[in-house]
């Protein structure tokens, strides 16, 4: 299990995005602050897919995410491998059939890559309070959910809209100081241009 943070966030990224390519399949789980509304019962077994999504839906509009679990799972090719001589019916004593090969844990068939990523919103003016269930506090401090890690290093984030806004402004940033850069520039070819123009000689000679 890999716990990020803020200090290895671009580390354990990287590290994600290497191995998703390669991925068998992946598991995505979330401990949020909160999973169920105070005096909400549970959604009754008729009800519609759109009718659970509006009553359900309140919750992650109240409680806020405070790990982002990912999984990566990858074939293992030696599981195939020690499958064949059973598949086959050959006698275990005869391809390392010692006492230490048998009591040898088998491989496993997939690899798992777990990564814990502690998100934490960041202060802003944009950011939304943070509501915790006393119900939800208790399980995962039971659990040994570090709380004292998720506030002082959980990785900040963004809605769409914020993360939208956030690179609109620093693209129209990055177009002024290239158009003030370009500016500067045709400031400083006109300065060198005129201190490097010759001046006229006077005529001296009388008419």
């Given at each position: 299990?890999?716990?990020?943070?803020?200090a290895n966030f671009v580390?354990?990224?990287?590290?994600?995005?290497?191995?998703?390519?390669?991925?068998?399949?992946i598991a995505i789980d979330l401990e949020m602050s909160g999973i169920s509304l105070p005096g909400q019962k549970r959604?009754?077994?008729d009800?519609?897919?759109?009718?659970?999504?509006q009553r359900l839906k309140k919750i992650p509009e109240l409680y806020s995410i405070i790990q982002v679990g990912v999984s990566l799972f990858h074939k293992n090719h030696n599981y195939d491998s020690q499958r064949q001589p059973q598949e086959h019916g050959s006698d275990t004593n005869n391809i390392d059939g010692s006492e230490e090969a048998r009591e040898r844990a088998p491989e496993p068939e997939y690899i798992a890559r777990p990564y814990n990523f502690y998100v934490f919103p960041p202060s802003s003016r944009q950011a939304r309070d943070v509501t915790l269930s006393p119900a939800a506090v208790q399980f995962l401090n039971g659990h040994g959910m570090e709380f004292g890690t998720w506030i002082k290093d959980g990785v900040g984030y963004l809605n769409t809209q914020q993360a939208n806004d956030l690179i609109a402004k620093i693209e129209a940033k990055l177009i002024s100081e290239e158009q003030q850069q370009g500016h500067n520039a045709n400031g400083t070819d006109t300065m060198n241009t005129t201190a490097a123009a010759p001046t006229p000689e006077k005529n001296n000679h009388q008419s």
């Open positions: 299990m890999v716990n990020v943070t803020k580390q354990a990224s990287e590290d994600v995005l290497k191995h998703l390519k390669t991925a068998s399949y959604p009754p077994k009800d519609t897919p759109e009718q659970r999504y």
